[in-house]
């Protein structure tokens, strides 16, 4: 293993657009062989998919719409649905199995074999659909979809936020029953009714920074698709700012194409306030007001908001108070529990840290708590062990240097774990130098 230290090379994996690009070749590739072969069988994409709102609607062939989405990404224009999935699958991939080329020529593949089993018989012109791209990746998502019962596991080892995490748990039992309800209508009539529908809800988020929000989205879209209610066990994330600009640069049809496109997932808004700033924002919140009702057994809505903020956000459409389903208070983190993180975060990333440190530091965050400016939660305890690591790494390179201490590594003068060894004064000091850029006074 040694000879190849200094020779190893990490090819990263490929990006959106080269794979969309792949996958149009996969499948214009099929069509010149059935060409060639004499079959008049041939492969188009539905026109929709193809362009943001106001586009082309007739399907369209693979070779005439490669160019045409690579020139869309590169202007930075508005994407069509296709580009739009095709970077949501990208994100969603596992990295340490996707197969990049090989990935995009089998999702080709997939959808082809999709399309041709709904396809009319009689007809030579197959076209690929929306379904069919969701039905290309299910067994994808399948195999990554976590149970209820794993998510429970994972919320169990969550720091604090007991209301919270009580509060996933009620929305999680009830989901269930609704869906075991739907499940046995379906198998004894073969149907089931609109109202037994299995819908994901939209809820409401209130909490400072740091509080743990962006963790229990994760929670919601991992219990959601558990459920198999929607397909994506990651959230897509904005923030109010984002889906007004849209508005502005691509006029209301531009958001409603993008909400659509967000189908099958968890769509958090984050600082939903924003839209209670601006007077396009109402404009916004009534473009969301009929997907919340009609979308919610195909997606997901959560607005994230400061308590403080609370009250005018609601106050922007009467009709979000009506559609939201139940409200996520998080409160803050007690100093207790953000040493509690911290020592999480050491564990995680392999550090150790003298015993006699953690009392010191516990004194200095009830402190801390009790100054003026905001207390940052959770934030801190990740803030802390960054600077308590630069004041490790001073300490360990006075009047020398990394490669000195890297030799002494190897000659076994200085051993490994002191590279992950954290004194009380690297601590306290990188306590100091954190509280410096949160602009406070050393307390």
Request: charged share 30%; proline share 3%.
């Amino acid at each position: 293993m040694r000879r190849f230290e200094g020779n190893i090379i990490e090819i990263p994996d490929y990006k959106p657009v080269l794979l969309e690009h792949i996958m149009l070749e996969r499948i214009q590739e099929v069509n010149d062989r059935n060409r060639a072969g004499g079959s008049q069988l041939r492969f188009l994409i539905d026109g929709r998919l193809a362009f943001a709102e106001g586009g082309q609607v007739d399907p369209i062939a693979p070779d005439e719409l490669k160019p045409l989405v690579r020139a869309a990404r590169e202007a930075n224009a508005a994407l069509g649905p296709l580009s739009v999935w095709i970077d949501n699958w990208y994100d969603d991939r596992q990295e340490n199995l996707f197969g990049n080329a090989g990935a995009a020529v089998e999702l080709a593949d997939r959808l082809m074999g999709s399309a041709i089993n709904r396809a009319n018989a009689l007809s030579y012109d197959v076209v690929i659909r929306r379904d069919d791209f969701d039905k290309g990746t299910e067994k994808q998502f399948e195999c990554r979809r976590p149970t209820v019962a794993q998510v429970e596991e994972q919320l169990r080892d969550v720091i604090g936020m007991e209301d919270v995490k009580q509060t996933l748990r009620r929305i999680a039992q009830y989901l269930q029953m609704a869906r075991t309800r739907r499940d046995v209508a379906l198998e004894k009539r073969g149907e089931a009714e609109e109202s037994l529908r299995v819908e994901a809800g939209s809820y409401l988020f209130v909490g400072n920074p740091g509080v743990g929000k962006t963790m229990i989205a994760d929670k919601l879209a991992l219990t959601l698709s558990g459920l198999g209610i929607i397909r994506r066990y990651k959230p897509i994330r904005v923030t109010g700012l984002d889906l007004i600009n849209r508005v502005q640069h691509e006029g209301i049809s531009g958001l409603k194409k993008f909400i659509e496109n967000c189908k099958g997932a968890v769509l958090v808004i984050d600082e939903a306030h924003q839209l209670a700033t601006y007077d396009v924002g109402s404009v916004v919140v009534k473009a969301l007001l009929d997907p919340m009702i009609e979308w919610s057994d195909q997606m997901c809505f959560v607005f994230c908001c400061y308590p403080e903020d609370r009250a005018s956000f609601l106050s922007v459409d009467q009709g979000l108070s009506r559609r939201i389903n139940d409200v996520f208070v998080f409160k803050d983190y007690t100093p207790e529990e953000v040493l509690d993180i911290f020592r999480l975060k050491l564990k995680q990333k392999h550090y150790t840290a003298a015993e006699g440190a953690f009392a010191a530091v516990l004194d200095k965050l009830r402190e801390l708590e009790s100054a003026p400016e905001p207390w940052e939660n959770g934030a801190i305890a990740e803030k802390l062990l960054k600077q308590a690591c630069v004041s490790q790494s001073l300490r360990m390179l006075e009047g020398t240097d990394y490669t000195a201490v890297t030799e002494a590594v190897k000659r076994g003068d200085v051993q490994e774990e002191e590279l992950y060894r954290l004194t009380e004064e690297d601590i306290l000091s990188g306590f100091n130098r954190m509280l410096r850029t949160l602009s406070l006074k050393n307390v």
